[in-house]
């Protein structure tokens, strides 16, 4: 089974300055999905970016960019030019493409709060 | 708005009571899912229906059923709430293909008393 690991319970950032967001995952697999999630506290859950594990070049989406390295099983997430409202709970997640039990599923870590300081 | 509708927004049971979380999509998702959150364990899968007519247990099916109604409904039944149960409850639904994300329901914040 794979496991995903966020190892900052809490992060804070200064407003128009750069954090990383760290997660390491666990998986025999070759094929599969990388995700962040972004939860604010109106409980919504919304996808910031995601990662095909094929692919070599970072996904970038706006401010947002992955550090994606595949042989460390690492995949960072960058919000650079912090804004008020990005504070919130980040999650990544794994999702396999191999087929079999874990196919479709996502499996997530246990989140890090960033709060944006102006 | 097209997306993932759940119901209810808040409940607060008493322990030893029963209850049924309602999930609906109507973007003709083929795969849905039930997940819970709890602070400092992020979401953790209880059940999924990769498609109509099937559903299978996740990480932490106990003391929960599911039905899959049709294509769109996808419910979540706790037949004797425990205090343990108390969590954030989570519906979601995806095309049924790896290479996308879910699409997630608002939560439903469930205390069990």
């Known amino acids: 089974a794979q496991t995903v690991t966020q190892s900052q319970p809490e992060m804070s950032v200064q407003e128009a300055e750069t954090v990383t967001l760290s997660c390491t995952y666990d998986?025999?697999?070759?094929?599969?999905?990388l995700f962040w999630y972004k939860q604010p506290p109106s409980r919504q859950m919304i996808l910031v970016i995601r990662?095909?594990?094929?692919?070599?070049q970072n996904a970038t989406e706006n401010r947002f960019s992955v550090n994606f390295q595949k042989a460390a099983k690492s995949f960072s997430l960058k919000i650079s030019d912090s804004q008020l409202g990005d504070a919130a709970m980040y999650f990544c997640?794994?999702?396999?493409?191999?087929?079999?039990?874990?196919?479709?599923?996502?499996?997530f870590g246990q989140g890090t709060i960033l709060t944006v300081h102006p | 708005n097209a997306g993932v509708t759940q119901t209810p927004k808040f409940q607060v049971l008493k322990t030893g009571q029963s209850m049924t979380l309602q999930c609906a999509q109507d973007?003709?998702?083929?795969?849905m899912y039930w997940y819970r959150q709890d602070p400092g364990m992020g979401l953790r899968l209880i059940y999924y229906?990769?498609?109509?007519?099937?559903?299978d247990k996740g990480e932490v099916p106990n003391g929960y059923n599911v039905s899959r109604l049709n294509k769109r409904e996808f419910s979540l039944r706790l037949e004797s709430a425990a205090p343990s149960q108390t969590s954030v409850y989570f519906c979601?639904?995806?095309?049924?293909?790896?290479?996308?994300?879910?699409?997630f329901g608002s939560g439903t914040r469930l205390t069990v008393v």
């Open positions: 998986t025999s697999e070759s094929d599969y999905y």
């Open positions: 997640a794994y999702r396999s493409r191999v087929g079999g039990t874990s196919y479709g599923k996502l499996t």
């Open positions: 229906s990769a498609s109509e007519g099937t559903t």
């Open positions: 979601a639904s995806s095309v049924g293909t790896a290479n996308y994300g879910y699409t």
């Open positions: 973007m003709n998702h083929n795969s």
């Open positions: 990662q095909e594990a094929y692919k070599q």
